[in-house]
T-cell receptor, first 118, second 113 residues
Framework: AQTVTQSQPEMSVQEAETVTLSCTYD???????LFWYKQPPSRQMILVIR??????QNATENRFSVNFQKAAKSFSLKISDSQLGDAAMYFC???????????????FGKGTKLSVIP | EPEVTQTPSHQVTQMGQEVILRCVPI?????FYWYRQILGQKVEFLVS????????KSEIFDDQFSVERPDGSNFTLKIRSTKLEDSAMYFC????FGRGGYTFGSGTRLTVV
Protein backbone atom coordinates (compact mmCIF):
# COMPACT_ATOMS: atom_id res chain seq x y z
CA ALA A 1 0.00 0.00 0.00
CA GLN A 2 1.09 3.53 -0.70
CA THR A 3 1.86 5.97 2.11
CA VAL A 4 2.26 9.72 2.06
CA THR A 5 4.23 11.56 4.74
CA GLN A 6 4.18 15.25 5.50
CA SER A 7 6.72 15.84 8.22
CA GLN A 8 5.87 19.50 8.91
CA PRO A 9 2.63 19.79 10.90
CA GLU A 10 2.87 23.59 10.84
CA MET A 11 4.79 26.20 8.88
CA SER A 12 4.75 29.97 8.77
CA VAL A 13 5.91 32.48 6.21
CA GLN A 14 6.08 36.23 5.97
CA GLU A 15 3.83 37.81 3.39
CA ALA A 16 5.62 38.13 0.02
CA GLU A 17 8.25 35.57 1.01
CA THR A 18 8.73 32.03 -0.31
CA VAL A 19 7.95 28.84 1.58
CA THR A 20 8.46 25.17 0.77
CA LEU A 21 6.25 22.39 2.09
CA SER A 22 7.67 18.87 2.14
CA CYS A 23 6.09 15.59 1.14
CA THR A 24 7.53 12.12 0.73
CA TYR A 25 5.74 9.00 -0.39
CA ASP A 26 6.30 5.31 -0.64
CA UNK A 27 5.23 3.23 -3.61
CA UNK A 28 6.41 0.34 -5.73
CA UNK A 29 4.65 1.69 -8.81
CA UNK A 30 6.43 3.50 -11.61
CA UNK A 31 3.49 5.49 -12.96
CA UNK A 32 1.31 7.57 -10.69
CA UNK A 33 0.05 11.06 -9.98
CA LEU A 34 0.88 13.42 -7.15
CA PHE A 35 -1.22 16.33 -5.98
CA TRP A 36 -1.22 19.23 -3.60
CA TYR A 37 -4.59 20.26 -2.23
CA LYS A 38 -5.36 23.40 -0.25
CA GLN A 39 -8.00 23.33 2.50
CA PRO A 40 -8.92 26.80 3.80
CA PRO A 41 -11.01 27.25 6.98
CA SER A 42 -14.14 26.62 4.90
CA ARG A 43 -12.77 23.04 4.62
CA GLN A 44 -13.31 22.81 0.90
CA MET A 45 -10.64 20.79 -0.94
CA ILE A 46 -9.04 22.89 -3.68
CA LEU A 47 -6.57 21.42 -6.15
CA VAL A 48 -3.40 23.50 -6.22
CA ILE A 49 -1.15 21.53 -8.55
CA ARG A 50 -0.62 18.05 -9.94
CA UNK A 51 2.33 16.12 -11.30
CA UNK A 52 2.42 13.05 -13.49
CA UNK A 53 5.24 10.74 -12.47
CA UNK A 54 6.26 10.01 -16.06
CA UNK A 55 6.93 13.70 -16.68
CA UNK A 56 10.38 14.86 -15.68
CA GLN A 57 9.45 18.52 -15.85
CA ASN A 58 8.22 19.99 -12.59
CA ALA A 59 4.68 21.33 -12.67
CA THR A 60 4.06 25.04 -12.21
CA GLU A 61 0.84 26.99 -11.61
CA ASN A 62 1.45 30.72 -11.25
CA ARG A 63 3.05 31.21 -7.81
CA PHE A 64 2.96 27.49 -7.03
CA SER A 65 5.60 25.05 -8.21
CA VAL A 66 6.78 21.62 -7.23
CA ASN A 67 10.12 19.93 -6.89
CA PHE A 68 9.50 16.34 -7.93
CA GLN A 69 12.34 13.95 -7.19
CA LYS A 70 11.15 10.54 -8.36
CA ALA A 71 14.14 8.52 -7.21
CA ALA A 72 13.96 10.08 -3.77
CA LYS A 73 10.15 9.83 -3.72
CA SER A 74 9.91 13.44 -2.76
CA PHE A 75 7.32 16.00 -3.87
CA SER A 76 7.67 19.43 -2.30
CA LEU A 77 5.48 22.48 -2.92
CA LYS A 78 7.00 25.92 -3.26
CA ILE A 79 4.80 28.97 -2.79
CA SER A 80 6.38 32.19 -4.03
CA ASP A 81 5.29 35.70 -3.09
CA SER A 82 3.08 34.34 -0.31
CA GLN A 83 -0.26 36.05 0.19
CA LEU A 84 -2.59 36.17 3.16
CA GLY A 85 -5.06 34.07 1.19
CA ASP A 86 -2.53 31.24 1.02
CA ALA A 87 -3.04 30.52 4.72
CA ALA A 88 -4.62 27.06 4.88
CA MET A 89 -3.99 23.38 5.42
CA TYR A 90 -2.06 21.83 2.57
CA PHE A 91 -2.38 18.15 1.80
CA CYS A 92 -0.11 16.09 -0.39
CA UNK A 93 -1.84 13.19 -2.14
CA UNK A 94 -0.92 10.17 -4.25
CA UNK A 95 -2.93 8.30 -6.81
CA UNK A 96 -2.14 5.27 -8.90
CA UNK A 97 -2.16 5.62 -12.69
CA UNK A 98 -3.55 2.16 -13.40
CA UNK A 99 -6.36 0.38 -11.64
CA UNK A 100 -7.86 -2.87 -12.79
CA UNK A 101 -10.67 -2.32 -10.31
CA UNK A 102 -11.67 1.02 -11.83
CA UNK A 103 -10.81 2.88 -8.66
CA UNK A 104 -8.42 5.79 -8.55
CA UNK A 105 -8.66 6.88 -4.95
CA UNK A 106 -6.33 9.39 -3.39
CA UNK A 107 -4.04 8.62 -0.46
CA PHE A 108 -3.46 11.76 1.58
CA GLY A 109 -0.75 12.89 3.97
CA LYS A 110 -1.67 14.35 7.35
CA GLY A 111 -1.31 17.90 6.14
CA THR A 112 0.73 21.00 6.88
CA LYS A 113 -0.93 24.05 8.37
CA LEU A 114 0.50 27.15 6.72
CA SER A 115 0.22 30.54 8.41
CA VAL A 116 1.03 33.75 6.56
CA ILE A 117 2.32 36.61 8.69
CA PRO A 118 1.43 40.10 7.47
CA GLU B 1 -17.12 26.14 -13.98
CA PRO B 2 -19.02 22.91 -13.20
CA GLU B 3 -19.27 21.99 -9.53
CA VAL B 4 -19.91 18.97 -7.38
CA THR B 5 -22.80 19.87 -5.10
CA GLN B 6 -23.26 18.37 -1.66
CA THR B 7 -26.28 18.68 0.61
CA PRO B 8 -26.79 19.39 3.42
CA SER B 9 -23.76 21.44 4.35
CA HIS B 10 -24.22 20.54 8.01
CA GLN B 11 -26.29 17.81 9.61
CA VAL B 12 -26.76 17.01 13.26
CA THR B 13 -28.17 13.61 14.13
CA GLN B 14 -28.69 11.49 17.18
CA MET B 15 -26.60 8.40 17.72
CA GLY B 16 -28.29 5.35 16.21
CA GLN B 17 -30.18 7.33 13.56
CA GLU B 18 -29.80 6.83 9.83
CA VAL B 19 -28.42 9.64 7.71
CA ILE B 20 -28.21 10.12 3.97
CA LEU B 21 -25.63 12.47 2.54
CA ARG B 22 -26.33 13.67 -0.96
CA CYS B 23 -24.08 14.61 -3.82
CA VAL B 24 -24.68 15.75 -7.36
CA PRO B 25 -21.51 15.04 -9.36
CA ILE B 26 -20.61 16.87 -12.53
CA UNK B 27 -22.91 15.59 -15.24
CA UNK B 28 -20.42 13.96 -17.61
CA UNK B 29 -18.28 12.44 -14.88
CA UNK B 30 -18.08 8.67 -14.59
CA UNK B 31 -16.10 7.97 -11.41
CA PHE B 32 -17.44 8.87 -8.01
CA TYR B 33 -15.90 8.85 -4.56
CA TRP B 34 -16.66 9.47 -0.91
CA TYR B 35 -13.99 10.58 1.54
CA ARG B 36 -14.11 11.36 5.23
CA GLN B 37 -12.13 13.78 7.35
CA ILE B 38 -12.39 13.62 11.11
CA LEU B 39 -11.66 17.04 12.59
CA GLY B 40 -7.96 17.72 12.71
CA GLN B 41 -7.04 14.56 10.85
CA LYS B 42 -6.22 13.60 7.32
CA VAL B 43 -8.67 12.91 4.55
CA GLU B 44 -9.48 9.19 4.26
CA PHE B 45 -10.89 7.26 1.33
CA LEU B 46 -14.20 5.50 1.94
CA VAL B 47 -15.49 4.15 -1.36
CA SER B 48 -15.28 4.50 -5.13
CA UNK B 49 -18.13 3.89 -7.55
CA UNK B 50 -17.98 3.26 -11.28
CA UNK B 51 -20.34 1.75 -13.80
CA UNK B 52 -23.15 1.60 -11.22
CA UNK B 53 -21.25 -0.46 -8.72
CA UNK B 54 -18.68 -0.13 -5.98
CA UNK B 55 -15.21 -0.52 -7.48
CA UNK B 56 -13.29 -0.35 -4.24
CA LYS B 57 -13.92 0.33 -0.57
CA SER B 58 -11.72 0.93 2.44
CA GLU B 59 -11.85 -0.93 5.74
CA ILE B 60 -13.71 2.06 7.16
CA PHE B 61 -16.60 1.36 4.80
CA ASP B 62 -18.23 -1.40 6.81
CA ASP B 63 -21.79 -2.76 6.73
CA GLN B 64 -23.13 0.46 8.26
CA PHE B 65 -22.31 2.32 5.06
CA SER B 66 -23.87 2.07 1.63
CA VAL B 67 -23.83 4.11 -1.56
CA GLU B 68 -26.34 4.52 -4.34
CA ARG B 69 -26.78 6.36 -7.58
CA PRO B 70 -30.56 6.15 -7.64
CA ASP B 71 -31.43 8.33 -10.61
CA GLY B 72 -28.33 8.79 -12.73
CA SER B 73 -27.53 12.18 -11.25
CA ASN B 74 -27.50 11.93 -7.45
CA PHE B 75 -24.87 9.95 -5.58
CA THR B 76 -25.71 9.19 -1.96
CA LEU B 77 -23.89 7.89 1.08
CA LYS B 78 -26.06 6.26 3.74
CA ILE B 79 -24.99 5.53 7.28
CA ARG B 80 -27.52 3.15 8.80
CA SER B 81 -26.94 3.57 12.52
CA THR B 82 -24.67 6.48 13.29
CA LYS B 83 -22.05 6.38 16.03
CA LEU B 84 -20.31 9.24 17.75
CA GLU B 85 -17.13 8.42 15.85
CA ASP B 86 -18.92 9.00 12.55
CA SER B 87 -18.78 12.72 13.26
CA ALA B 88 -16.65 14.10 10.46
CA MET B 89 -16.60 16.07 7.25
CA TYR B 90 -17.72 13.94 4.33
CA PHE B 91 -16.54 14.85 0.85
CA CYS B 92 -17.94 13.67 -2.44
CA UNK B 93 -15.70 13.79 -5.51
CA UNK B 94 -16.01 12.89 -9.17
CA UNK B 95 -13.88 12.64 -12.28
CA UNK B 96 -14.61 12.16 -15.94
CA PHE B 97 -11.80 9.71 -16.55
CA GLY B 98 -10.23 7.36 -14.07
CA ARG B 99 -6.92 9.02 -14.61
CA GLY B 100 -8.31 12.53 -14.78
CA GLY B 101 -8.36 15.21 -12.17
CA TYR B 102 -10.86 15.15 -9.35
CA THR B 103 -13.43 17.73 -8.44
CA PHE B 104 -14.39 17.76 -4.77
CA GLY B 105 -17.66 19.00 -3.37
CA SER B 106 -17.67 21.47 -0.51
CA GLY B 107 -18.44 18.76 2.01
CA THR B 108 -21.11 17.85 4.54
CA ARG B 109 -20.26 18.28 8.19
CA LEU B 110 -21.92 15.46 10.11
CA THR B 111 -22.26 15.81 13.85
CA VAL B 112 -23.51 12.81 15.83
CA VAL B 113 -24.74 13.61 19.33
Amino acid sequence: AQTVTQSQPEMSVQEAETVTLSCTYDTSESDYYLFWYKQPPSRQMILVIRQEAYKQQNATENRFSVNFQKAAKSFSLKISDSQLGDAAMYFCAYRTAYSGAGSYQLTFGKGTKLSVIP
Amino acid sequence: EPEVTQTPSHQVTQMGQEVILRCVPISNHLYFYWYRQILGQKVEFLVSFYNNEISEKSEIFDDQFSVERPDGSNFTLKIRSTKLEDSAMYFCASSVFGRGGYTFGSGTRLTVV
